[in-house]
Each structure stands twice: as structure tokens, then as C-alpha cells.
């Protein structure tokens, strides 16, 4: 294989990391938010739920949840994941729960750390809770969160290549195949050029967005 | 009957009985003054008038008017009641509490225009750019003017992170005032500030009763600024009300033997 072939070949693999990134990135922050706001929550019984599930899915590796999720549905539910769409689909949502739980324990304590000042500040003005927390909490808890969400954030790219378990599609996965069938080595640290890059213009848009909340001090 | 009548107020937090039972009233246009050590329930009880804490007995009515009945089983008030009841009062805070990311103006607009917003909605005006417009346009315009009276006209599109501590609070009275409470409440507001910024706050407290007969309520541990703009002064301890009278009285000729300790410390 040359050097272009071995390059468009990374760059299919590179497509399929990247909608794995995208995709749960799009889905755990919601779902991280309403697992935060589980755990937060008055209510004992879905405190407890939200906690647990935060527990069960941060204490145990991600790999195996990829398998659960991938495997599971043929296994115990007579619905075999075949497709690559579907084996994607599952990795993703595999993702898209692990990644939640850690999020959610980045948005709880953001929460947690906006003093109780703020609250009592908009309930004297007549606010509701809602406005409280969308007007005045929400962009203070966005600016304390930004660094360590960068981190998982970045963990979550190079976490992509655990989908290889499942699904063959992925950058690091086509990498190691072809480092298999051409016995050459550089094709894997090719690909993590390509990580290395690719973190690095997220490195560069975050630290933008914490620029733009930085006319603020919380 | 006087304008804000507080009956029988008590409160606990656990087994601790922080207020055991306050009484007083103050009519329309003039300004009460409590004083007291730290602990002796002064800041509980502004927080309990300002629905921040709930008493668990008493009263309070303004105009005649019950605002809080804790007495009555009416059952939890609904949030919106609630907002109402509380919208009679205004309450400037120790540690400011601006909002951090709203300029000075952001600050003195941003509860009054959510406010606005919903009283179009109720008018179903909410869709008529004109009507919304016109709105918002008034209530920048009295923030200004609210601005102005506190001398920071200047400083309107600062953030509060760019303003000093002084500023802050007079920025934190600005945006109490922007939704013209009946009676507006002060917990300590100068604690947290440097000795040479205290003048400044106090000065515009006094003007809002010199120029504007607002009716208000202040806990400070400043005695010349309380003897100074009081009609009425309160001392408390140990959650109750230990002596009260005019300004004159309580500093002047204090009658009870703690407030006579309170004042001498004090000098």
C-alpha cells in the first residue's frame, strides 16, 4: 500500500471515530444534565436511582459495556445486532451512558459550587426556579465546567477506539489491521497523529470558549 | 394600624430557637434600624420577612393586608402566590450577590424584564413587537434613572467584577429598587465592604429616605449611620426584641442592661 492509500484508508476509519465523538457528545451532555439533576434531586427514590446507575456505570469498564450492549440484545432479547449501522448504533448509545455518568458528576458539583447567594438573589427579585436556574446558574456553572468537561471531552476521542471490540470501522481499528497485513508499524502512529491533531484543534476551540466567558468572574 | 405590622414571628433551626417571638411595626415612609451582636436573630428575621425562611409561628401584614400567616393551614403557598407576596419587599444583601455575568444595568433589568415579559404574555401583547419594545424600552429608560440616583451612570455597562465593593452594593440596591418594593430590607449592607467605601453606600441609603420617604428596614452594626437615619431602632438578643424606641431613646438613654453593654462595647 502507499503512503496516499494508507492515508485515505485512515481517513474512512477517521469519518467513523468522529461520528462516534459527535454523536455521543450530543447525547450524554443532555443526558448528563438529567442524570445531575437526578442525583440533586429532594426526591430519595430517584436520588438513589440516579446514584446507583452513576456508581454501577463509572465502577465498571466501558469495554464491557460496549460488549453489554453490542452482545446483549442477541443474547437476551433475541434481537441480534448484525449491521454495521446497528453495531455503530449500539456502541454509541454504550458511549453515550458512560460518558452521561461522568458529565453528570461534572454538572452536579458545577451546580453544587454556585453559592446559595444567587438563588436567594432571584427569589427576593421574583423569580422562578426556572429563571433562576436558566438566567442566572446556567452560563456560571457553563464557565466553572469548561476545563474539566476539556478533559473528558479529549479522553472521549481517543476512547472511541474501544468500539473496535464490536465494530471494525473505526480509525485505530484499520490502523492495526493494516499494520497486521503490511507488517509495516508507522501506520499506527499515523493514526495517532490523527487523534493528536484533532485534539489539538479542540483544545484550541475550548480554550476559545472559556476566552469568551472570561468578561466574568464567578 | 400601621403600614408593615410583623406579629409573634418565631423561628427554630433544629432545637435552637432563633426567634422567640418578634413584634413591631413600622409605618409608611419610615425607616426601622435593628441592632444587636452577631446570633441574635437579626439576619433570620429580615430572611423570614423576605420569605427566605419560613417562620414556624406568626404574622406578617403590610397595609392591613396578611402577607404571611404561618398559623394558617392554608396549605403551601403555589410559587406563583408566593413570588406575589414576596414582590412587597425587596431585600439588599450583605455579600451583594449581583449577578456576575449581567452588566450593572443587566442586573437592575433582568428581573423586571422576565417580569414584563410575563405581563405581556398575560395580555397576549407577547407577539407585538411593539408593545414588547416599547416595554423594555421604559424599563431601560427608569434604569437609568435608577442608575443616576445611585451615582453610576458611568458605570452602567460595567460588569460587577470591574466594579469595587461599594459600587457593588449600590448596584445590589439599584436592582432592588428597579421593582419598587413596599418596603425594602438591608442585612448589614456594609459588612462586607472596606471602611473608606462605607460612606458611599450609606450616603445613598440615606437619600432613598430624604428624597424618596421609602419605607425600610435596616440591620447594621454602623451606630452613627443608625442613629443618623432611624426613625425607629430596634436592639435584639437572644431572639427577642430587648429595647426599642426612638433613636434618641435606645442610643441616648437605653433602658435595658444588655443594650447598655451592646452600645458600650460598641464604643
Not at chain 1, 107 to 110: D, L, S, T
Not at chain 2, 221 to 228: G, V
Given at each position: 500500500m502507499t503512503f496516499w492509500q494508507i492515508t485515505t484508508e485512515l481517513l474512512g476509519g477517521f469519518v467513523y471515530t468522529l461520528a462516534i465523538f459527535g454523536i455521543t457528545l450530543i447525547a450524554a451532555i443532555p443526558f448528563g444534565l438529567l442524570v445531575a439533576l437526578g442525583s440533586m434531586s429532594q426526591f430519595k427514590p430517584l436520588n438513589v436511582l440516579c446514584r446507583g446507575f452513576v456508581w454501577v456505570i463509572r465502577g465498571t469498564p466501558l469495554m464491557l459495556q460496549i460488549i453489554v450492549f453490542a452482545y446483549g440484545p442477541g443474547l437476551w432479547l433475541g434481537i441480534p445486532i448484525r449491521t454495521i449501522p446497528q453495531q455503530l448504533l449500539m456502541v454509541c448509545i454504550a458511549f453515550s451512558i458512560n460518558y452521561a455518568c461522568y458529565f453528570s458528576e461534572i454538572?452536579?458539583?458545577?451546580i453544587e459550587s454556585i453559592s446559595q447567594g444567587q438563588y436567594e438573589a432571584g427569589q427576593v427579585l421574583g423569580m422562578t426556579k426556572r429563571q433562576i436556574f436558566f438566567k442566572v446558574v446556567l452560563l456560571q456553572v457553563i464557565k466553572r465546567i469548561i476545563p474539566p468537561m476539556s478533559n473528558e471531552i479529549i479522553t472521549l476521542v481517543k476512547d472511541t477506539a474501544?468500539?473496535?471490540?464490536?465494530?471494525?470501522?473505526?480509525?485505530f481499528t484499520i490502523a492495526k489491521q493494516i499494520v497486521n497485513v503490511e507488517v509495516i508499524l508507522w501506520p499506527l502512529f499515523y493514526a495517532g497523529l490523527f487523534y493528536l491533531i484533532f485534539n489539538g484543534l479542540l483544545t484550541v476551540l475550548l480554550g476559545k470558549l472559556e476566552k469568551r466567558l472570561e468578561?466574568?468572574?464567578v | 394600624m400601621a403600614f408593615l405590622e410583623i406579629k409573634n414571628i418565631k423561628k427554630s433551626f433544629g432545637s435552637t430557637e432563633v426567634l422567640k417571638g418578634i413584634d413591631f411595626e413600622v409605618e409608611k415612609g419610615k425607616v426601622l434600624v435593628i441592632i444587636g451582636s452577631s446570633g441574635s436573630g437579626k439576619t433570620t428575621l429580615l430572611r423570614c420577612i423576605n420569605f427566605l425562611e419560613t417562620p414556624d409561628e406568626g404574622e406578617i401584614l403590610v397595609g392591613g393586608d396578611p402577607v404571611l400567616d404561618a398559623a394558617s393551614r392554608e396549605g403551601r403557598l403555589s410559587d406563583e402566590e408566593l413570588r406575589r407576596r414576596r414582590l412587597h419587599f425587596g431585600l439588599v444583601f450583605q455579600s451583594f450577590n449581583l449577578f456576575p455575568q449581567y452588566t450593572a444595568k443587566g442586573n437592575l433589568t433582568l428581573a423586571a424584564t422576565l417580569q414584563a415579559k410575563e405581563r405581556l404574555k398575560a395580555q397576549g401583547l407577547h407577539k407585538n413587537r411593539q408593545a414588547v419594545a416599547e416595554e423594555m424600552q421604559k424599563l431601560s429608560d427608569k434604569a437609568d434613572g435608577v442608575l443616576a440616583r445611585m451615582g453610576l451612570t458611568e458605570k452602567a455597562e460595567f460588569y460587577p467584577c470591574q466594579l469595587s465593593g461599594g459600587q457593588c452594593q449600590r448596584v445590589a440596591i439599584g436592582r432592588a429598587l428597579m421593582l419598587d418594593p413596599e418596603v425594602l430590607c438591608f442585612d448589614e449592607p456594609t459588612s462586607a465592604l472596606d471602611p473608606e467605601l462605607t460612606g458611599e453606600v450609606l450616603r445613598v441609603i440615606k437619600s432613598l429616605k430624604?428624597?424618596?420617604q421609602r419605607t425600610m428596614i435596616i440591620v447594621t452594626?454602623?451606630?452613627?449611620?443608625?442613629?443618623?437615619v432611624a426613625d425607629k431602632v430596634i436592639f435584639m438578643a437572644d431572639g427577642v426584641i430587648e429595647e426599642e424606641g426612638t433613636p434618641e431613646e435606645v442610643f441616648g438613654n437605653p433602658q435595658s442592661e444588655k443594650t447598655k453593654a451592646f452600645l458600650a462595647h460598641d464604643k
Open positions: 454538572f452536579r458539583g458545577g474501544l468500539a473496535s471490540v464490536v465494530v471494525h470501522v473505526d480509525l468578561y466574568f468572574k | 430624604d428624597q424618596e452594626h454602623e451606630m452613627e449611620f443608625a442613629r443618623n
